[in-house]
């Protein structure tokens, strides 16, 4: 069936540090892919999206290319700040249609220290 | 300002003891979904619901019960809760099923503890 598989975390970093979550996502047919974040004591938010191959989803600096070749979608931001601390989440919506849920990952835990 | 309202944010209860969790959207959207949360399993697909009086079950929806007489709300009821329903639980809506254009928009979730 399909799945979404994410990086271990968490993921420790010092403010203005590169960040990367990786994320692989297994599917039939052409899955959306999602970013989504939960910041703590709160329900997740949509962060960023993408449809099709080659397409770029961006959104309050983060980036995340979704690669058919590698089936990868993996979120990067060019300098984190502490209040980037988070769990983010990649999802996949099957067939690219109205569907009856997402599949989500495991979640990635984001530390940024100061 | 469009939400998604869970109530309450923290319960604990005792095993066999029946509960309802309440959700309600007042985006007018068609689709609502539960979902749990557990460490190293990320969310998982309860019941959802496609529109209203149309239900149908999740993931793992075992032990739970929804019914969607109203457009607006999709409570959650556990009839006899045991221990491993301790979970964080996160009420979601959509336009129209979770797709690119329709986005799930998450409720602040509901901490249970059944002891």
């Known amino acids: 069936g399909d799945s979404v598989t994410q990086m271990e975390g968490p993921v420790t970093l010092s403010e203005e540090a590169f960040l990367t979550i990786n994320c692989t996502y297994t599917a039939t047919g052409y899955p959306s892919l999602f970013w989504y974040v939960q910041y703590p004591g709160e329900g997740l938010q949509l962060l960023l999206k993408?449809?099709?191959?080659?397409d770029k989803g961006s959104n309050k600096g983060f980036e995340a290319t979704y690669r058919k070749e590698t089936t990868s979608f993996h979120l990067e931001k060019g300098s984190v700040q502490v209040s980037d601390s988070a769990v983010y989440f990649c999802a996949l919506s099957a067939y690219g249609g109205a569907t009856n849920k997402l599949i989500f990952g495991t979640g990635t835990l984001l530390a940024v220290q100061p | 300002e469009a939400q998604v309202t869970q109530n309450p944010r923290y319960l604990i209860t005792v095993t066999g003891k029946k509960l309802t969790v309440t959700c309600s959207q007042n985006?007018?959207?068609?689709?609502m979904s539960w979902y749990r949360q557990d460490p190293g399993l990320g969310l998982r697909q309860i019941y959802y619901?496609?529109?209203?009086?149309?239900?149908d079950k999740g993931d793992v929806p075992e032990g739970y019960k929804v019914s969607r007489k109203e457009k607006r709300n999709f409570p959650l009821i556990l009839e006899s809760p045991s221990p491993n329903q301790t979970s964080l639980y996160f009420c979601?809506?959509?336009?129209?099923?979770?797709?690119?254009?329709?986005?799930?928009?998450f409720g602040n979730g509901t901490r249970l503890t059944v002891t």
């Open positions: 993408a449809t099709k191959a080659d």
């Open positions: 619901s496609m529109n209203v009086e149309v239900t």
């Open positions: 979601a809506s959509s336009s129209v099923g979770a797709s690119y254009n329709s986005p799930l928009h």
């Open positions: 985006m007018n959207h068609e689709y």
